[in-house]
């Protein structure tokens, strides 16, 4: 069945480190979300997507993180250095635009912890 | 203002209860209001939608309450079982030409207690 996948499901990493998340939006999507959800904040928007373009990343830290879709297959999302405060689950969530009705679709996410 | 502020952080129900939970938002641009229920270890997952101009929508045990002059909105699960332990979001969304946004609520953790 059509789903959104999402890998690391569990990263490790030291401070400084750089992290890649990936995902595999649904096939036809042609919109891709990355939040990230931490217990203080609740699910908080970093990038969006459409037709593989970024139209918003305001929610994202620049001078640290990058998201990139290079294919409709495939958004990455990048933390270069990581620091202890990233530490969060990273959600990728596909949909459909024209007609969005605030439906998207979630992967199980990647729960990143920074040492 | 493109805020949604969600209420109680936490809510224990006994079994056959009714779970309330409430949101409440500033921007009258949105023009959807999902809610989503996340389980453990899971993404979340749409659970129910309701436009602007309607003022209810019932699905099942799960219905939406939504008064738009006092810009706030509920979720109502009735007769709550253990398995809708879970947390739930509220969400607005909207659209404007290329831009698209679902911007969440900050999560209410359900506990139905058997």
């Known amino acids: 069945d059509a789903r959104v996948t999402q890998t690391p499901r569990h990263k490790v990493t030291e401070m400084g480190q750089e992290v890649t998340m990936r995902c595999q939006p649904i096939l036809g999507h042609n919109t891709v979300f990355w939040y990230r959800q931490t217990m203080m904040q609740g699910l908080e928007l970093l990038a969006y997507?459409?037709?593989?373009?970024?139209?918003?990343d305001s929610g994202m830290p620049k001078d640290r993180f990058s998201a990139e879709m290079p294919d409709a297959t495939l958004a990455t999302l990048k933390i270069q250095p990581s620091e202890p405060r990233d530490s969060a689950v990273y959600f990728c969530?596909?949909?459909?635009?024209?007609?969005?009705?605030?439906?998207?679709?979630f992967g199980e996410g990647s729960r990143l912890t920074v040492l | 203002q493109q805020q949604v502020k969600q209420s109680p952080q936490s809510l224990i129900v006994q079994k056959g209860g009714i779970s309330i939970i409430n949101c409440a938002y500033e921007n009258t641009a949105f023009d959807y209001f999902p809610w989503y229920q996340q389980f453990p270890g899971k993404g979340p997952a749409l659970l129910i939608a309701i436009r602007p101009d309607v003022s209810e929508k019932k699905e099942g045990r799960f219905t939406i309450s939504f008064n738009k002059s006092a810009k706030q909105f509920s979720l109502h699960i009735m007769d709550s079982q253990p398995g809708d332990s879970a947390t739930y979001f509220c969400a607005a969304s909207w659209s404007r030409g290329a831009t698209n946004k679902l911007i969440f609520g900050t999560g209410t953790l359900l506990a139905v207690q058997p």
């Open positions: 969530a596909s949909g459909l635009v024209p007609g969005f009705t605030g439906e998207l679709f």
């Open positions: 997507f459409r037709n593989r373009a970024p139209l918003d």
